[in-house]
């Protein structure tokens, strides 16, 4: 069995509707992929009925609202992490999802959607995760069944994810970037005195 997980609020922009219609494809190649979303949100009425509509129902599981034990073991129990973002119809998007930073720590590889917040978490296609364009079913659907046919590339990259995590997004490298930036705002700029009489 193949599981595919997704946690977030169920909103429009956080595009969980391109993940459910990319699934019917992703089965016909894998046939024992399970899908599990954790979270709560308007969109869930919409996401069982298209779930049904798409012939994946048995496929998907709906877990509501996580705590973060729950998100914990839902990253833990992932094959494969989905963050399909999307800009919604009101042109909202998400900035960096601490979900994709969540499962980057966890070790656990990524397909996402190329916004320009997630790029600043998978900063290399193919490298600490994989990159698909917004909106785009059938792209979505191939990166999937690439990782779910290479045991060995999801290990590589759910490292990789997991080291990038801890050298660019913990809280004491942030903390230092932090303290290098208010160095630099506090310290006079450098040849102001040059131009002092002597």
């Known amino acids: 069995q193949l599981v595919l997980a ?4 169920l909103v429009e922009k956080k595009g969980v509707d391109y993940l459910i ?4 494809t992703v089965q016909q190649q894998l046939p024992h992929v399970l899908c599990l979303i954790g979270g709560a949100g308007p969109e869930q009425p919409a ?25 914990a073991k839902l990253l833990h129990a992932a094959d494969i992490f989905v963050a399909p973002s999307v800009h919604d119809s ?13 499962a980057m720590a966890a070790g656990c590889p990524i397909v996402a959607t190329s916004l ?8 290399q296609d193919g490298n600490d995760g994989l990159l698909v364009p917004e909106q785009d079913v059938e792209a979505l659907a191939a990166a999937l069944i690439q ?4 045991p060995a590339l999801r290990s590589r990259l759910g490292a990789q994810a997991c080291q990038r995590a801890a050298q660019t997004f913990s809280w004491t490298r942030v903390a230092d970037q932090l303290t290098e930036f208010y160095q630099a705002a506090l310290s006079p700029a450098t040849g102001e005195r040059s131009s002092a009489p002597r």
């Open 21 to 24: 219609r990319a699934l019917p």
């Open 90 to 102: 009101a042109g909202n998007a998400d900035g960096l999802p601490n979900t994709v930073l969540e």
């Open 6 to 9: 997704f946690t977030g609020r």
């Open 147 to 150: 990782l779910g046919h290479a």
């Open 116 to 123: 320009p917040g997630i790029q600043l978490a998978i900063a």
């Open 47 to 71: 996401l069982v009925q298209l779930a049904n509509a798409c012939g994946v129902a048995d496929r998907v599981r709906f877990l509501g609202a996580l705590s973060w034990a729950g998100v």
